[in-house]
């Protein structure tokens, strides 16, 4: 099971320093770590479409 709100606390996190393209690679990196549903699991803790 993927932790989503573990994922949200730590985009909060850096959010308010990281640019579009830093929190993309955030992004990234979360939905490869999490494995299987990891690019479901960001896009819908982060906000951030899935293109």
């Known amino acids: 099971m993927i932790d989503e ?3 949200r ?3 909060e996190a ?3 320093v990281l640019d579009e393209r830093g929190r993309r690679r955030f992004a990234a ?3 490869l770590a999490a494995g299987r549903g ?3 699991a960001v896009m819908r803790a ?4 899935r293109s």
Do not use: M, N, P, Y
């Not at 982060?46 to 479409?49: D, E, P, R, S, V």
């Open 9 to 11: 606390l730590r985009f």
């Open 29 to 31: 990196a979360e939905a």
């Open 14 to 16: 850096l959010c308010d």
């Open 5 to 7: 709100s573990a994922i």
């Open 46 to 49: 982060t906000g951030i479409a």
């Open 38 to 40: 990891g690019v479901t």
